[in-house]
């Protein structure tokens, strides 16, 4: 039982393959007749269509050229169009109705009425009905209850122009939407004169017409549409199928039923089933696609930057254009210098904020230097000072104003390898001016505000004082923490505290000291007198006069005093 079930299944399998294998025949590519392209389901040959209502067969005309046929229909075949929707269209010749054209039988030829039933192709919405004569009444048969007619009248007063079919040898009229798959045509002769010869006139559906196609010297000439026995008709071609597996084989989308889908679809292709009476289908390519629907991926992708999107990118972007499926995109242009200049940009910019800041930086620190020096020269006397060296009493190229930095400079930044000594009062460093000059740099432990004055006149005094015993004031710096006092200091053998030392070779020194003491202590109260007799207004008090402030000059031995 099992065995019976598996091989029904198995059968089943194989009849669907083999319909799909039907249905999705082999084409043959690249197929024409004469100068017609032949393109499937349509084909030529064994294999080469869909089925046999698609069959073209390639014949020689009267003319001697290659012409397709429609052998199922027996129609000649002008153009083939793949489906821009459901249906596809088909061009092909076709036969006209006259009357009085010829001479038998009163000059009439109807011809059969065009009949499609039962075949892929119904009459198409393209087509346009005409009737050429004069005093004729046409009209389209097989559309009962609609009744569609024109007529074609020789009247003077409806003569126009001869370039237009208005009524006047020529009429026509919009056939219904629909005509569907069977239409006939009938001619009637309104003439009044009963006994006058009968004209030509001829009556047919075209999808040709006016001055479009034929020469308008011949548009209101029906013997001219008689001798070329043929007008050209345009057919609505879909595939008939009452399952999907012909769309499953293509590999295509399933449309809407109702045919209400919109056209920019996005796959590479879509099949509709209609809603007629025979299911019809019909597939196309998508947007973006060109090609064969009807063939398994017979719809290839367009490269629309081959077709103008590069200038539609190029101008109206100002980007590259990228094909992608079934569309493009505009890509900008990645311009290598941005990131460059951006960088270059930014680069300058840190290095501008850090210049700015430091700028800042260094210049509130030298604004806050300047008045902390401001505030050191006006709390050490500064202003007081100034007012005692007026140009009325020569005072100014006698005392110099030092500079803090000349003063640091000259003494490495007070470094300890350039201490003379120490006193009460402060330190003393050697130093080196910009001008070469040796001096002794007298740095101040404390101020007191309160001997402020006494301290200015004595930095007057010492200034004015040119004595052999005393060591000469150059100047001072009040802008310092501490005053500092700058004294001229030639080569010195010895300080005093020193020379009294019993350490190396000063001993002998110590015994021509202690011989001489007298005669040093004269020098030195002769200095300390000289300082008294200065002409100065103001009081003043010398303080450190103690040995550690006295010096004695090598050679011959002669004391100098410092305060």
């Not at 006069?545 to 004391?559: G, I, K, M, T």
Request: proline share 4%.
């Amino acid at each position: 039982m099992r065995c019976v079930l598996l091989w029904t299944h198995l059968s089943l399998l194989l009849v669907l393959i083999l319909d799909s294998t039907h249905l999705t025949a082999s084409y043959c590519p690249n197929q024409h007749c004469g100068n017609i392209s032949i393109r499937y389901p349509f084909g030529i040959g064994k294999g080469c269509y869909l089925n046999g209502w698609f069959e073209i067969q390639c014949n020689n005309s009267t003319s001697g050229k290659l012409v397709p046929y429609l052998p199922k229909i027996n129609k000649e075949v002008v153009r083939i169009y793949l489906p821009t929707r459901l249906y596809g269209s088909l061009r092909i010749k076709t036969n006209i109705t006259s009357m009085g054209c010829s001479n038998s039988s009163n000059g009439i030829k109807f011809g059969e009425p065009l009949n499609f039933t039962g075949t892929p192709f119904t009459i198409g919405r393209s087509n346009i009905f005409q009737a050429i004569g004069c005093n004729y009444k046409a009209t389209l048969t097989h559309l009962e209850p609609r009744l569609v007619g024109c007529i074609a009248t020789c009247d003077p007063r409806k003569k126009r122009d001869f370039t237009s079919c208005n009524g006047y040898k020529c009429c026509h009229a919009d056939p219904p939407s629909g005509i569907g798959e069977i239409v006939g045509i009938d001619m009637e002769d309104i003439s009044s004169n009963i006994r006058s010869k009968k004209e030509c006139g001829v009556a047919f559906l075209t999808d040709e017409y006016d001055s479009q196609v034929y020469p308008h010297t011949e548009l209101h000439e029906p013997q001219w549409f008689y001798d070329r026995q043929y007008v050209i008709l345009q057919l609505r071609w879909a595939i008939p199928m009452t399952n999907l597996s012909f769309i499953k084989s293509l590999g295509c989308v399933d449309g809407h039923l109702n045919m209400t889908r919109n056209y920019n679809i996005q796959d590479s292709c879509t099949c509709y089933k209609s809603n007629d009476r025979i299911i019809s289908i019909g597939c196309v390519c998508g947007s973006g696609y060109t090609g064969n629907p009807y063939i398994l991926g017979g719809c290839k992708d367009i490269d629309e930057c081959l077709m103008g999107a590069s200038t539609f990118c190029s101008l109206g972007y100002g980007g590259t254009c990228v094909n992608t499926p079934g569309s493009f995109r505009c890509v900008h242009k990645k311009d290598k210098t941005l990131p460059v200049t951006i960088g270059l940009c930014a680069g300058f910019g840190v290095l501008i904020l850090f210049g700015v800041t430091l700028w800042l930086y260094k210049f509130i620190k030298k604004r806050r230097k300047i008045k902390r020096k401001k505030k050191f020269f006006k709390r050490n006397g500064g202003l007081l000072l100034k007012q005692q060296l007026t140009p009325t009493e020569g005072n100014i190229e006698k005392t110099k104003v030092f500079d803090s930095k000349e003063l640091e400079k000259a003494t490495e930044n007070f470094s300890l390898n350039r201490v003379l000594g120490q006193g009460g009062q402060g330190t003393v460093y050697k130093g080196m001016l910009l001008d070469g000059r040796i001096v002794a740099i007298k740095k101040s432990k404390l101020v007191d505000e309160d001997k402020l004055e006494e301290f200015i006149n004595e930095v007057v005094i010492l200034s004015q004082i040119n004595h052999r015993n005393i060591v000469k004031l150059i100047g001072c710096c009040l802008e310092t923490e501490v005053p500092l006092l700058v004294y001229d200091m030639r080569e010195v053998s010895m300080e005093l505290e020193r020379i009294r030392s019993p350490i190396g070779d000063s001993q002998s020194h110590v015994q021509i000291i202690e011989n001489n003491q007298e005669e040093v202590a004269a020098e030195l109260i002769i200095g300390v007198e000289s300082c008294h007799n200065v002409g100065v207004t103001a009081p003043a008090m010398f303080q450190d006069n103690a040995a550690s402030s006295s010096w004695l000059d090598a050679e011959p031995l002669f004391p100098r005093q410092t305060w």
